[in-house]
Protein backbone atom coordinates (compact mmCIF):
# COMPACT_ATOMS: atom_id res chain seq x y z
CA UNK A 1 0.00 0.00 0.00
CA UNK A 2 1.33 3.37 -1.07
CA UNK A 3 2.11 6.38 1.17
CA UNK A 4 -0.91 8.30 -0.34
CA UNK A 5 -3.59 5.73 0.27
CA UNK A 6 -2.45 4.93 3.67
CA UNK A 7 -2.77 8.94 4.27
CA UNK A 8 -6.62 8.95 2.55
CA UNK A 9 -7.43 5.67 4.77
CA UNK A 10 -5.94 7.45 7.72
CA UNK A 11 -8.09 10.64 7.16
CA UNK A 12 -11.66 9.19 6.18
CA UNK A 13 -11.41 7.10 9.41
CA UNK A 14 -10.96 10.21 11.56
CA UNK A 15 -7.49 9.43 13.35
CA UNK A 16 -5.56 12.17 11.65
CA UNK A 17 -6.72 15.71 10.85
CA UNK A 18 -4.80 18.28 9.02
CA UNK A 19 -5.40 21.83 10.40
CA UNK A 20 -8.08 21.03 12.92
CA UNK A 21 -8.81 23.92 15.14
CA UNK A 22 -7.46 23.55 19.03
CA UNK A 23 -9.87 22.93 21.46
CA UNK A 24 -11.85 26.20 23.62
CA UNK A 25 -10.26 26.96 26.78
CA UNK A 26 -12.26 25.18 29.41
CA UNK A 27 -15.44 27.46 30.00
CA UNK A 28 -15.22 29.71 26.61
CA UNK A 29 -17.65 28.58 23.20
CA UNK A 30 -17.39 29.66 20.14
CA UNK A 31 -19.86 28.99 17.36
CA UNK A 32 -20.49 29.92 14.07
CA UNK A 33 -23.58 29.06 11.40
CA UNK A 34 -25.67 30.08 8.58
CA UNK A 35 -28.71 30.77 9.81
CA UNK A 36 -28.00 30.97 13.27
CA UNK A 37 -30.25 30.91 16.37
CA UNK A 38 -28.65 30.77 19.64
CA UNK A 39 -30.53 30.81 22.90
CA UNK A 40 -28.22 31.29 26.24
CA UNK A 41 -29.26 30.17 29.64
CA UNK A 42 -27.31 31.60 32.76
CA UNK A 43 -27.38 33.75 35.91
CA UNK A 44 -23.07 33.14 35.99
CA UNK A 45 -21.51 36.08 34.26
CA UNK A 46 -20.50 36.47 30.88
CA UNK A 47 -18.69 37.95 28.14
CA UNK A 48 -20.49 37.47 25.06
CA UNK A 49 -19.32 38.41 21.26
CA UNK A 50 -21.62 38.36 18.49
CA UNK A 51 -20.96 39.51 15.21
CA UNK A 52 -24.10 38.44 13.01
CA UNK A 53 -26.03 39.42 9.65
CA UNK A 54 -29.25 40.93 9.71
CA UNK A 55 -30.01 40.00 13.49
CA UNK A 56 -32.37 40.64 16.02
CA UNK A 57 -30.84 40.67 20.13
CA UNK A 58 -33.34 39.99 23.01
CA UNK A 59 -31.46 40.60 26.71
CA UNK A 60 -33.87 39.56 29.21
CA UNK A 61 -33.33 40.14 32.81
CA UNK A 62 -29.60 41.56 32.33
CA UNK A 63 -26.85 43.58 34.91
CA UNK A 64 -23.94 44.96 33.17
CA UNK A 65 -22.88 46.93 29.68
CA UNK A 66 -23.25 46.62 25.65
CA UNK A 67 -20.98 48.12 22.87
CA UNK A 68 -23.42 47.60 19.89
CA UNK A 69 -22.10 48.80 16.20
CA UNK A 70 -24.40 48.36 13.71
CA UNK A 71 -27.33 47.66 15.76
CA UNK A 72 -30.08 49.76 16.76
CA UNK A 73 -32.43 49.15 19.84
CA UNK A 74 -36.08 48.73 18.75
CA UNK A 75 -38.63 51.46 20.97
CA UNK A 76 -41.51 50.19 19.41
CA UNK A 77 -42.37 46.29 18.56
CA UNK A 78 -43.86 45.47 15.53
CA UNK A 79 -47.57 45.85 15.00
CA UNK A 80 -49.44 43.22 17.01
CA UNK A 81 -46.52 42.28 19.72
CA UNK A 82 -47.67 43.93 22.94
CA UNK A 83 -45.48 42.93 25.68
CA UNK A 84 -46.84 43.05 29.60
CA UNK A 85 -45.51 46.21 31.56
CA UNK A 86 -43.56 44.26 34.16
CA UNK A 87 -41.18 43.11 31.38
CA UNK A 88 -41.04 46.61 29.43
CA UNK A 89 -38.24 47.44 31.88
CA UNK A 90 -36.26 44.16 31.93
CA UNK A 91 -35.94 43.63 28.35
CA UNK A 92 -33.87 45.11 25.24
CA UNK A 93 -34.34 44.08 21.69
CA UNK A 94 -31.88 44.95 19.16
CA UNK A 95 -31.65 45.04 15.30
CA UNK A 96 -29.57 45.50 12.66
CA UNK A 97 -26.32 43.80 11.38
CA UNK A 98 -22.60 44.34 12.52
CA UNK A 99 -20.69 43.73 16.36
CA UNK A 100 -22.67 43.18 19.46
CA UNK A 101 -20.72 42.93 22.83
CA UNK A 102 -22.21 42.07 26.21
CA UNK A 103 -20.85 41.58 29.35
CA UNK A 104 -22.10 41.25 32.68
CA UNK A 105 -25.15 38.57 34.17
CA UNK A 106 -28.00 37.97 32.05
CA UNK A 107 -30.51 35.38 32.30
CA UNK A 108 -31.86 34.65 28.60
CA UNK A 109 -29.91 35.87 25.16
CA UNK A 110 -31.32 35.08 22.19
CA UNK A 111 -30.22 35.55 18.99
CA UNK A 112 -31.96 34.63 15.27
CA UNK A 113 -30.12 35.95 12.66
CA UNK A 114 -29.16 35.07 8.66
CA UNK A 115 -25.47 34.46 9.42
CA UNK A 116 -23.95 34.84 12.44
CA UNK A 117 -20.68 33.97 14.93
CA UNK A 118 -21.29 34.14 18.83
CA UNK A 119 -17.58 34.09 21.20
CA UNK A 120 -18.89 33.28 24.99
CA UNK A 121 -16.39 33.04 28.43
CA UNK A 122 -18.31 32.26 31.41
CA UNK A 123 -20.49 29.61 32.82
CA UNK A 124 -24.03 29.12 30.82
CA UNK A 125 -26.73 26.57 29.04
CA UNK A 126 -27.65 27.14 25.25
CA UNK A 127 -30.13 25.94 22.79
CA UNK A 128 -28.35 26.35 19.71
CA UNK A 129 -29.38 25.49 15.10
CA UNK A 130 -28.72 26.51 12.19
CA UNK A 131 -26.00 24.89 10.05
CA UNK A 132 -22.44 25.32 11.05
CA UNK A 133 -20.37 24.20 13.62
CA UNK A 134 -19.54 24.96 17.69
CA UNK A 135 -15.92 24.57 19.82
CA UNK A 136 -15.70 23.88 23.50
CA UNK A 137 -13.46 22.18 25.79
CA UNK A 138 -14.48 18.94 24.17
CA UNK A 139 -13.41 19.85 20.42
CA UNK A 140 -15.46 21.20 17.30
CA UNK A 141 -19.03 19.67 17.05
CA UNK A 142 -21.13 20.27 13.67
CA UNK A 143 -24.60 21.83 13.56
CA UNK A 144 -27.17 20.46 11.65
CA UNK A 145 -30.09 22.34 10.13
CA UNK A 146 -32.44 20.06 10.76
CA UNK A 147 -32.47 20.10 14.57
CA UNK A 148 -31.28 21.82 17.73
CA UNK A 149 -28.45 20.88 20.25
CA UNK A 150 -28.30 21.59 24.01
CA UNK A 151 -24.95 22.89 25.75
CA UNK A 152 -23.62 23.26 28.34
CA UNK A 153 -20.44 25.05 29.07
CA UNK A 154 -18.92 24.66 32.44
CA UNK A 155 -17.10 27.76 34.37
CA UNK A 156 -13.45 27.65 34.85
Same mark, same amino acid.
Given at each position: ??????????????????????????????????????????????????????????????????????????????? *?? +???????? #???????? %? !?? @? &? /? *?? +???????? #???????? %? !?? @? &? /??????????????????????????????
Amino acid at each position: MNVFRLVLLLLFAGSLTLGAQQPQPRGTLYAESDPFNFRLETYASSKVTINAEQAVILLFDYKGTFETSGYVELQELPK *GI +VLPAKYKA #RIKIFQGT %G !RF @A &F /T *GE +VHSFQIMS #RKGNVNFE %G !RG @A &F /TMGGKGFYRTAKGEIPLYGIATRDIFVPGD
